[in-house]
T-cell receptor, first 112, second 111 residues
Framework: GENVEQHPSTLSVQEGDSAVIKCTYS??????FPWYKQELGKGPQLIID?????GEKKDQRIAVTLNKTAKHFSLHITETQPEDSAVYFC???????????FGSGTRLQVQP | NAGVTQTPKFQVLKTGQSMTLQCAQD?????MYWYRQDPGMGLRLIYY???????DKGEVPNGYNVSRLNKREFSLRLESAAPSQTSVYFC??????????FGPGTRLLVL
């Protein structure tokens, strides 16, 4: 089955700096890669996703890049703000498998 | 439009007790899922239902049963709770092949 590895497990940045979280996946058939943000005591919320026919996608301060050859995808947050502090999860799936396989999460702390 | 709702929010059980976690969605999604979240392990799939009337095992199904009651509702049952089932349980739903939307979770403690 699919295996998703996520790094780093914790990340601390100063407000205004950029943050990068990286994930690798094992199943070459995976074609959908969402990123979720989870705040304390809440369920995960989708922040951005990318499909395998696209190499990069941006939404304001957030961007995701995908390297299918290397089976890597990354989340980039620019101009970080204290409200970006949360746990971020990457995930992967394919049409046939339907369900998501999650990485282990990255706790991002943005210092004011 | 409430999205995905889960009940209860919190539950404490004694070993051997049974309980059912309820999940409902109002987005007319075909697919529904149950995940558990443990510290440092992300979310792991317990069971999913691709459409009304079908259910399939996920990564960690042992000790659980599910029922897809209708298109809106998908319940998770623990027949004989064990301390290893202490976790946070999330329900999610999606249109086929599309984004999964998660509920707020049920926090379960088994003593």
């Amino acid at each position: 089955g699919e295996n998703v590895e996520q790094h780093p497990s914790t990340l601390s940045v100063q407000e205004g700096d950029s943050a990068v979280i990286k994930c690798t996946y094992s199943d070459s058939a995976s074609n959908y890669f969402p990123w979720y943000k989870q705040e304390l005591g809440k369920g995960p919320q989708l922040i951005i996703d990318i499909r395998s026919n696209v190499g990069e996608k941006k939404d304001q301060r957030i961007a995701v890049t995908l390297n299918k050859t290397a089976k890597h995808f990354s989340l980039h947050i620019t101009e970080t703000q204290p409200e970006d502090s949360a746990v971020y999860f990457c995930a992967a799936s394919n049409t046939g498998r339907r369900a998501l396989t999650f990485g282990s999460g990255t706790r991002l702390q943005v210092q004011p | 439009n409430a999205g995905v709702t889960q009940t209860p929010k919190f539950q404490v059980l004694k070993t051997g007790q049974s309980m059912t976690l309820q999940c409902a969605q109002d987005m007319n999604h075909n697919s529904m899922y149950w995940y558990r979240q443990d510290p440092g392990m992300g979310l792991r799939l317990i069971y999913y239902s691709a459409s009304e009337g079908t259910t399939d095992k996920g990564e960690v199904p042992n000790g659980y049963n599910v029922s897809r009651l209708n298109k809106r509702e998908f319940s998770l049952r623990l027949e004989s709770a064990a301390p290893s089932q202490t976790s946070v349980y999330f329900c999610a739903s999606s249109a086929v092949g599309e984004t999964q939307y998660f509920g707020p979770g049920t926090r379960l403690l088994v003593l």
